[in-house]
């Protein structure tokens, strides 16, 4: 009879809004994990980890994590992405697997020293992009795998929010080199989802602006990318958009796909959701994308929203060598492509 391996030690660094609500309840609903322990040094956020997983132990910073790590098998890096290649960087040198939340570094080169590094050390090493796992995501896949739009001769992709205020927190002042901006923050999940549909890019073109004085970086952001399928992304981010626009707008030589609004599953964590439950990752009728040409169009029903294989995938690839749910090479080139539109547009 085979033995179920022991659920994976793991601690997660960090418990803003990406510890609290995108790892944390996820590793706690998974049998195959153990929320060990959970680094942060805000007083207000220790006391809530505390309140929200009281079997791990909250550590003020994360040398103290790192001189007891014997116990560990994975660290989760949720911190701001000006931290991530110091962070994930002990880990690996520490022998522990390491997921690093998005964007994966500020600069390219720490991503491949990252990669060079974990290879070495025999650890994996993956990227949170759980935007793969968006319900609208996953439908516009299927749909494209099918065959049902056809040859896709266009893709447009949306995250677009209402925050006149501008950014806040670390946010609002972080620049390009410590990974600050709307093209770090969800052009990271845009082009992710981008070169994931369509392969890597031939062509790049970008315009970034901001609007609200004292601001770091980008707040308004377009990317255009020519893909080596021949296909052509337009992806735009910004925190100006006061009515909606399309979240996607699919063209193909078959039919075409359009969504709007964001996939729920965030919200719902938000909310407490435990992921998993019964419904979570459900879209109801009204969200449903519509697929088809002039006079002939349906509703096609929502894929499942799944944030939950992330890390399924990666108890696989750490306890038995399946593939890593994110390879850290696609999250590369997601980088590559964010600083060659700064690089643009600096030079302009």
């Known amino acids: 009879m085979s033995v179920a391996p022991r659920p994976l030690r793991t601690a997660v660094i960090g418990y803003g809004l990406s510890g609290r ?26 006391e809530q980890a505390a309140t929200d997983h009281p079997r791990a132990r909250i550590v003020p910073d994360s040398a103290e994590l790192f001189a007891g790590s014997e116990g560990l098998d994975l660290v989760v890096v949720a911190t701001p992405p000006a931290n991530h290649y110091v962070l994930a960087e002990a880990a690996i040198r520490h022998g522990l697997h390491v997921v690093v939340d998005k964007p994966f ?12 590094q974990a290879r070495q050390a025999g650890v994996v090493l993956s990227v949170f992009q759980n935007r ?17 739009l056809g040859k896709v001769h266009t893709l447009e992709s949306r995250f677009e929010r209402w925050k006149p205020e501008g950014l806040r927190d670390w946010k609002a002042t972080a620049d390009v080199a410590e990974g600050g901006g709307m093209l770090f923050d969800l052009g990271s999940h845009l082009i992710d989802q981008a070169l994931t549909l369509f392969g890597p890019a031939m062509r790049v073109y970008g315009e970034t602006a901001r609007h609200t004085p004292g601001a770091g970086t980008d707040e308004d952001v377009f990317v255009s990318i020519l893909h080596e399928s021949g296909v052509r992304s337009r992806l735009t981010m910004n925190l100006i958009s006061a009515l909606p626009a399309p979240r996607f707008h699919v063209l193909g030589s078959s039919g075409a796909f359009t969504s709007w609004g964001l996939d729920g599953q965030e919200a719902a964590l938000r909310a407490g ?13 009204e969200r449903w994308a519509t697929v088809g040409t002039p006079g002939r169009t349906r509703k096609v029903p929502s894929e499942r929203g ?43």
Not at 22 to 46: E, Q, W
Not at 132 to 148: A, E, H, P, Q, Y
């Open 306 to 348: 799944a944030y939950t294989e992330f890390y399924r995938l990666l108890a696989d690839a750490i306890s038995h060598g399946g593939p890593v749910p994110v390879d850290p090479a696609d999250a590369l080139a997601a980088i590559r492509v964010i600083e060659e539109v700064h690089r643009q547009n600096q030079e302009g």
């Open 132 to 148: 793969r796992w968006d319900s609208d995501f996953l439908t516009l896949s299927k749909l494209i795998g099918d065959g049902v």
């Open 105 to 116: 570094v500020p600069v390219s080169t720490q991503g491949e020293q990252l990669m060079a």
């Open 273 to 285: 959701v435990v992921p998993g439950s019964d419904g979570y990752g459900t879209e109801p009728e």
């Open 21 to 46: 609500v995108f790892h944390a309840p996820f590793l706690a609903a998974s049998s195959a994990y153990s929320l060990d322990a959970i680094v942060t040094a805000n007083p207000g956020r220790a």
